[in-house]
Each structure stands twice: as structure tokens, then as C-alpha cells.
């Protein structure tokens, strides 16, 4: 008899959960790994370096990633790219010791010129990969001195973990406006000196 009804409990007690779980208006699965493009607000001066952020959001073991970065050419260069310490160390790394990290290769130029860079990093060494929310790296854009806007776009993004498994990714992509105006920087003179 108390077999029969600590079974019928445990039967009621699994409804119940399955019930609870299938209303649940959050997914219990792990948010998704994501790539996100952050680039300053507001209008940017059409002369000088542009530093667009590379965040990584909700990642675990994150050990590399890469991807080409789309863009329109007429309004923007890109001039390189900072590995961020987070995902390792990039100077005197001791890989025995510390994760360090690199950048894959220079910004092919040719199709730079083109609205696409490739652009990636990886890290190896003693420990895992990262996890949670991080910059990666930062992405230095140069005006053409054209005004305008134009959307940066991630495309054929990868990420890998430590042990180069590879993992589903979103990306986020940004826009950034330029304002078209060239500065001009005139020397000083001072009238004391001249003539001398």
C-alpha cells in the first residue's frame, strides 16, 4: 500500500514539475555565445583614429575567434587591431604559467580596400579560455575625410574553446557615422620670433 502511494506522489510531483517547466516564460537553456560589434556614440570627426570595441557576451572557454569584418570603403579604413589583455597576455608571456594570447596575422590590404577584413586572435597557455562578458579586442578605424554613415558588419564569424572545439555564435553589428568636415591645423607663429 505504501508502495502504491509514494508512487502516485512521485508521479504528482513530476506533473507538477513538468508543468512548472514547460509555463516557465525563460528558457532554460544557456544564452546563446555572442560577438558584438561597440562602436562610440554620436557623430565622429572625419579625421583621426576611430577604436571600435569587440565584446564577447555570454561565452565560456572562449580560446579564439575570428571573422571578416564588412564595411563600406568610401567611408572608412580599417588600420588594425588590439588583442585586450583578457584574452591573454600579449607581451613576456610565459604560456607555461599565464594564457597568452595573439592576433591572426596583419589586415590583408587588398581586400580592406575592398569593405572586408579578416581579422581574429587566439590564446593558449596554462588555464581556460574566457567566460562571461569581455572586450576581446579593439578595431582601429580612419575616416576617408567622406561624411556619411556606414554599418559594420561581422560575417563568417568563429569561435573556438581551449580545446579548439568549435562553438555557435551571434553577432551584433554597429553603425557609425562621420560628420565629413576636414580639420585644419595651422602652425603658430609667434611675432617675436620672426625674422630672426
Do not use: W
Not at 569587440?54 to 570603403?73: K, Q, Y
Request: hydrophobic share 45%.
Amino acid at each position: 500500500m505504501h508502495r502504491v502511494l509514494l508512487g502516485g506522489m512521485l508521479a504528482l510531483v513530476a506533473a507538477i514539475v513538468l508543468g512548472l517547466l514547460a509555463s516557465s516564460p525563460t528558457p532554460l537553456s544557456a544564452a546563446t555565445p555572442t560577438l558584438a560589434l561597440v562602436a562610440p556614440e554620436g557623430v565622429q570627426p572625419s579625421d583621426g583614429v576611430i577604436n571600435v570595441q569587440l565584446v564577447a557576451r555570454n561565452v565560456s572557454d572562449l580560446a579564439a575567434f575570428e571573422f571578416d569584418l564588412l564595411f563600406d570603403p568610401s567611408i572608412v579604413r580599417v588600420s588594425g587591431m588590439t588583442v585586450e589583455p583578457a584574452l591573454g597576455a600579449v607581451l613576456n608571456c610565459a604560456a607555461a604559467t599565464t594564457r597568452c594570447a595573439l592576433s591572426l596575422g596583419p589586415i590583408d590590404v587588398s581586400t580592406a580596400n575592398e569593405g572586408r577584413a579578416n581579422i581574429g586572435a587566439l590564446s593558449y597557455g596554462a588555464g581556460t579560455g574566457l567566460s562571461g562578458e569581455h572586450v576581446l579586442a579593439v578595431i582601429q578605424l580612419e575616416p576617408t575625410g567622406k561624411g556619411g554613415s556606414t554599418t559594420l558588419r561581422l560575417a563568417d564569424a568563429l569561435i573556438s574553446d581551449s580545446s579548439a572545439r568549435p562553438q555557435q555564435v551571434a553577432v551584433e553589428d554597429t553603425s557609425i557615422e562621420f560628420d565629413g568636415r576636414s580639420r585644419v591645423f595651422l602652425p603658430v607663429v609667434n611675432a617675436g620670433e620672426v625674422g630672426r
